[in-house]
């Protein structure tokens, strides 16, 4: 089916789909952490989620005249909005204290959780020998990433358990969503989810948000900007319009290809250090999403190969 979608679609638009969100969610995790520079991280996650929101509904106005409200499509609006809260904010958080490329690195074992939740919750295919390989890789690359002894800064640890709740939450919604199987586009989906995390994200602020500065910085605000369109709307577009188009296999290398780039960013852009711990666990995450992906397929071929 999706090598028809293929012939069918202009080889040139996929490219730059594809090449959208690679740069898209390599770009996320840095500017998170320059929207939060000098007004806190409640502020910048609020603003942008507001604005996604927004640009969203406005989309879905356009073209598809209304947003269903109906019981079944709300209930997934509140799965997805679990994800947008839980997914975001400890993310947010969790960047005040951890480089911008580990969070990539992090976020990149969402497919393992989200695969391992699948199978146990709504039956998915099966978790098997080389999905367990790829899960203990993963684990084996943030044994590395925790026992980080160069990195000073306090609260090292702690910022990484955030992306790690952020990626249980993420990957728990995602589950959620799944089994809900309710018929409304992509993009009506990440509208309604949009809206209905606004309430937490809004009583959150209030709550616990410093006093904004007198002069927010230029950076920060569009940081935010980029983030509200092109990382809560334009992003999710082209994700979906991806695996419409494209084999799951095919667009799950965009996860591989991420937390590299992400670090290299990092590195480039905002002068982060990459220690040879960091870099040690980046490659056994790496290895794990590649044995969790493509490792049943390429263990068939070998025992064809080798007539076993």
């Known amino acids: 089916m999706a090598n028809q979608n293929v012939n069918s679609t202009p080889k040139w638009l996929i490219v730059i789909a594809y090449s959208l969100v690679v740069v898209i969610w390599s770009t996320t ?15 910048g996650v609020s603003i942008r989620m507001a604005i996604g929101a927004m640009l969203s ?31 975001m904010l400890p993310v947010y958080w969790g960047a005040q204290y951890i480089s911008s490329g580990l969070i990539s690195v992090i976020f990149g074992l969402s497919p393992i959780v989200t695969g391992y939740l699948a199978w146990r919750f709504i039956h998915e295919q099966g978790f098997s020998p080389m999905k367990l390989f790829g899960a203990m890789a993963g684990a084996l690359g943030l044994l590395f990433i925790f026992f980080e ?100 296999s095919t667009v799950a290398l965009i996860t591989l290809i991420t937390p590299v780039v992400a670090l290299w960013i990092g590195y480039a852009f905002n002068g982060e250090f990459i220690s040879a711990n960091v870099y040690a666990g980046t490659v056994f995450v790496l290895l794990g999403l590649g044995l969790h992906q ?14 076993i």
């Open 29 to 43: 995790p840095i500017t998170i952490k320059w929207s939060s520079e000098g007004i806190g991280h409640l502020f």
């Open 57 to 87: 509904l406005l989309l879905v106005l356009v073209y598809y005249r209304k947003l269903p409200l109906h019981r079944t499509a709300c209930k997934a609006y509140s799965a997805s909005a679990l994800g947008l809260f839980g997914g």
């Open 149 to 248: 002894n160069t990195q000073t800064k306090d609260g090292y640890v702690v910022g990484v358990c955030a992306v790690l709740m952020a990626v249980l939450l993420h990957a728990f919604s995602a589950v959620w969503v799944k089994s809900i199987k309710v018929d409304v586009p992509p993009l009506t989906l990440v509208a309604g989810g949009l809206l209905f995390s606004m309430p937490l994200f809004m009583i959150t602020y209030f709550m616990y948000a410093p006093p904004l500065p007198e002069i927010i910085p230029v950076k920060a605000v569009w940081s935010i900007i980029y983030l509200g369109v092109v990382g809560s709307v334009i992003g999710f577009v082209c994700f979906y319009y991806l695996l419409r188009h494209l084999a799951t």
């Open 294 to 307: 493509w490792g049943d397929a390429l263990f068939k071929e070998l025992c064809k190969k080798l007539n």
